[in-house]
């Protein structure tokens, strides 16, 4: 069973980065899978972030793709997220999920989540 | 990057089906078989029913069905209970992204 943990601070100031790992468990996250970010506002729907594969292969959601980086650590089993100059709109719960497959178009895994909140 | 177009909310009694539409363009939904569904349980994580349009992950009970038609898809659920009372969201390759996400249909079971 494969298990995903988030982790990273749940404050965030306003214009800093935010920053997540996702530790992956009972799965090398070497395998034909790629490695996603979703996040879900207060209250609303869920927004695709963007999504790596273990060779470094990145995909981000044009939306933020300015402001976002992706990264995977195969030796510690685990990718990360950066998101620089937040706001309060960046407030949300952040979701890492595992694909189903190497196509990286659904996700089957997701870990808890976990509320990062924008303020000073 | 527009999101895919889902009802706000719909309604079924228990033992009813009800269906969920999603509906895209030719960028996404009308020209890749790529559709999944995902279950959101208040505070929970979304959970995946349904994948590539039509497939139902191992586990997942066979009153889930998805189809697809031109620009939109849809989650039909058969034999509505209690326990699926919960939000619904579709999601989709898109040309554009690769990746987009329905608004969002709450699901009550009254």
């Known amino acids: 069973q494969v298990q995903l943990q988030e982790s990273g601070p749940g404050l965030v100031k306003p214009s800093d980065t935010l920053s997540l790992t996702c530790a992956v468990s009972d799965y090398s996250i070497s395998s034909s899978n790629w490695w996603g970010w979703i996040r879900q506002p207060p209250g609303k729907g869920l927004e695709w972030i963007g999504s790596?594969?273990?060779?470094?292969?990145?995909y981000y959601n044009p939306s933020l793709k300015s402001r976002v980086t992706m990264s995977v650590d195969t030796s510690k089993n685990q990718f990360s997220l950066k998101l620089s100059s937040v706001t309060a709109v960046d407030t949300a719960v952040y979701y890492c999920a595992r694909t189903g497959d190497s196509s990286g178009y659904y996700f089957d895994y997701w870990g808890q989540g976990t509320l990062v909140t924008v303020s000073s | 990057q527009s999101a895919l177009t889902q009802p706000a909310s719909v309604s079924g009694s228990p033992g009813q089906s009800i269906t969920i539409s999603c509906t895209g363009t030719s960028s996404d939904v009308g020209s890749y078989n790529y559709v999944s569904w995902y279950q959101q349980h208040p505070g929970k994580a979304p959970k995946l029913m349904i994948y590539?349009?039509?497939n139902r992950p191992s586990g997942v009970s066979n009153r889930f069905s998805g189809s697809k038609s031109g620009n939109t898809a849809s989650l039909t659920i058969s034999g509505l209970q209690a326990e699926d009372e919960a939000d619904y969201y579709c999601s989709s390759y898109t040309s554009s992204s690769p990746l987009v996400f329905g608004g969002g249909t709450k699901l009550t079971v009254l």
């Open positions: 590539d349009v039509t």
């Open positions: 790596i594969y273990y060779s470094g292969s990145i």
